[in-house]
């Protein structure tokens, strides 16, 4: 089984290179942020067509994630226990539509073997700035994300699980082109909160299966559009699949396809794929 996670930066404006990408790659489930639409004028027939099954989860032209499997979709979740909400009273977290999870791989292809598992689509809050009133709410979101993860680890050690997603944090200074502008320019992303905030998942067991194999520096999964920061190589690696031991344990690959942030329309972020085996 191929699972992956994109932030599309808006689905209808790259539904041509979503259906190509999917097309080309073979991925069977693909986690999507960003698709910055509502129900109603959700690309549906993308997905149908070239035989997906989808779960939406989106309110307005901001935020948005989505699953699309060809391998089973069931149980589908939209927000996690207790997420919270953003400032007095704030938005309902219904409304925010920043994580989603389902079961997939209930109905495998020929010849493939991978047990199900319960996969989750996160576009975790930017925290806007270091003093700004969105970054407790991030750390808040991601503590309450942990500890769900925490708890469903603790009542099945051999659960299969993946976070996966745009995780707004680049928790090793590797992890952006360089770390002294981010310093100079109090910048989020890489504040010691933020980064206790992602080592937290890690202390609590789940296991980012892409590092491994591709380390850094200079590997990233994120180019601002602006100031060319992709021709020169100025990236983030922000977006992860954060896996469950037993999960991790079946990992036979997994890679970031930059070559899809390139050319006439691309999302400013590159798909993160992982292949998993029995």
């Keep these: 089984m191929k699972i992956a996670t994109w932030n599309v ?3 209808r404006a790259r539904a041509d290179r979503v259906e190509a990408w999917l097309d080309r790659t073979q ?15 959700f690309p549906w027939e993308l997905f149908e ?19 699309a499997s060809r391998v089973g979709l069931e149980d589908v979740q939209r927000a996690f226990p207790g997420q919270p909400h953003f400032g007095k009273g704030g938005i309902d977290p219904q409304e925010e539509a920043r994580a989603i999870a389902a079961t997939v791989g209930t109905e495998p ?9 319960r996969i989750w689509s996160l576009y975790v809050p930017n925290g806007r700035a270091l003093d700004d009133e969105h970054m407790p709410y991030k750390l808040e979101w991601l503590d309450v994300l942990c500890q769900d993860a925490q708890a469903q680890l603790a009542a099945d050690p051999q659960t299969r699980l993946a976070l996966t997603g745009d995780w707004n944090i680049a928790p090793r200074d590797e992890d952006v082109w360089d770390m002294d502008f981010f310093l100079e320019n109090g910048l989020t992303h890489v504040s010691a909160p933020e980064r206790a905030a992602f080592s937290a998942f890690e202390d609590a067991g789940l296991v980012d299966v892409v590092r491994p194999r591709h380390p850094g520096p200079g590997v990233y999964t994120y180019w601002d559009y602006k100031q060319l920061r992709f021709p020169k190589k100025e990236g983030m690696r922000i977006d992860f699949v954060m896996a469950s031991p037993a999960l991790a344990e079946s990992v036979t690959d997994a890679y970031i396809d930059r070559e899809e942030r390139k050319g006439k329309g691309a999302s400013d972020h590159a798909p993160v794929v992982v292949e998993l085996g029995s």
């Design 9 to 11: 930066n808006s689905l």
């Design 49 to 67: 067509r070239m035989g997906y099954e989808v779960a939406h989860f989106g309110y307005s032209q901001w935020n948005g994630v989505a699953i």
């Design 27 to 41: 991925t069977d489930v693909l986690a999507i942020q960003e698709t910055k639409c509502k129900d109603e004028n």
């Design 109 to 117: 292809r020929d010849g493939d073997t991978a047990a199900p598992l």
